[in-house]
């Protein structure tokens, strides 16, 4: 039943209160009810408690005649009244109470934020690339047959320099080159002292790289005072200079991906005999010096209790951060260490 049906029928009803039955009160009741039910907005309802609860409604001309009434018939019809009155005031109260819920819900959606936005992606962490370039190293030498080793990082002064036939006065002890803690104890300036520690062990046949931190006084554009190395050692029994040569060779080839021109230059390291520099043909036609080797040194094998007339052996050693500003085209060493994203996040 339409809205204007309903006011309709409730308009027909007489105003004469004493000609209306209790069915009558009772059909009343529904219709309003019905009505009251049948509103969509509050703008709807307020016109709805108007017509059936306003000055001029029948509720209100009704209760104006209750004093006209004998007194049985003023409490019966009284009581009709109020009851009409209560049941419509809950009927409007209940459809005011859905219709705001419904208006708030209506705006809360208009005004919804769009929460189906892409999560921000999460940056996923790379390897250093020192850490790059030194697994790179590994991988080769790993496959070659060598074993990875390591040591301690504050070192015996033993270890560092007497063990591999560096006396006294050489200039590496000066302090302007090492780290010292006291006469006996300083931060490694090279990883050669874990070659002697694993020779002392024994276990020959020896075939070692030895990674790792290393520290010396000196920063500058391509200097660090703390820098990486990567040693490498191999003690056997009809160890070679040519072999040294051929392991070299392949390892820059395979580094670089690439054929190189190498040449060795004699040279001088306390602890091997013959000694020589390492270096490689630039696209520039200049040569560049990437790495240093040799035989070891009689007196080292024999510091570490190795028989220097069965055994013979060579090392070679390189700076990590040195190759990787060749692999990667970076000028100044010191980018490694600065923690800059943006430079970093290149890499990986």
């Given amino acids: 039943m339409t809205d204007n049906v309903l006011y309709e029928q409730l308009n027909g009803f007489s105003t004469d209160l004493p000609t209306l039955q209790a069915d009558d009160f009772a059909c009343f009741t529904r219709l309003a009810q019905d009505l009251i039910g049948g509103t969509t907005d509050i703008q709807a309802l307020q016109a709805v408690r108007v017509n059936l609860m306003g000055k001029k409604s029948h509720l209100t001309v009704w209760s104006k005649q209750l004093g006209s009434l004998s007194n049985d018939d003023k409490k019966t019809v009284g009581g009709y009244l109020h009851g009409i009155r209560t049941t419509l005031n809950n009927s409007l109260q209940t459809a005011q109470n859905t219709l705001e819920a419904k ?86 300036t090279h990883t050669s002292s874990v070659q002697i520690r694993t020779m002392e062990r024994g276990n020959l046949p020896i075939r070692i790289i030895c990674p790792g931190r290393v520290y010396r006084c000196d920063s500058d554009q391509t200097h660090s005072p703390m820098f990486h190395q990567l040693e490498g050692l191999y003690i056997g029994e009809k160890t070679n200079f040519a072999e040294l040569k051929g392991l070299i060779h392949e390892f820059l080839q395979a580094f670089f991906a690439k054929k190189l021109t190498v040449r060795f230059r004699p040279s001088y390291f306390p602890f091997t005999e013959p000694s020589a520099e390492v270096d490689i043909l630039a696209e520039n036609g200049k040569w560049l010096e990437v790495m240093g080797c040799g035989m070891v040194h009689p007196k080292v094998l024999q510091n570490c209790g190795i028989d220097s007339q069965k055994y013979q052996g060579f090392a070679f050693g390189m700076g990590i951060e040195r190759f990787a500003m060749l692999y990667y085209g970076v000028n100044d060493l010191r980018l490694f260490f600065q923690n800059d994203v943006r430079f970093l996040k290149q890499f990986g």
């Fill in 103 to 188: 208006a708030l819900d209506a705006k809360l959606q208009a005004q919804t934020i769009d929460i189906t936005l892409p999560a921000r992606g999460q940056d996923k962490g790379n390897l250093h690339p020192i850490s790059l370039i030194a697994n790179r190293m590994q991988a080769f030498f790993c496959q070659a047959g060598f074993e990875v080793a390591t040591g301690p990082e504050v070192e015996r002064d033993y270890y560092n320099f007497e063990a591999l036939n560096i006396p006294k006065t050489h200039p590496a002890r000066a302090m302007h080159d090492t780290f010292y803690f006291d006469a006996q104890y300083l931060l490694r």
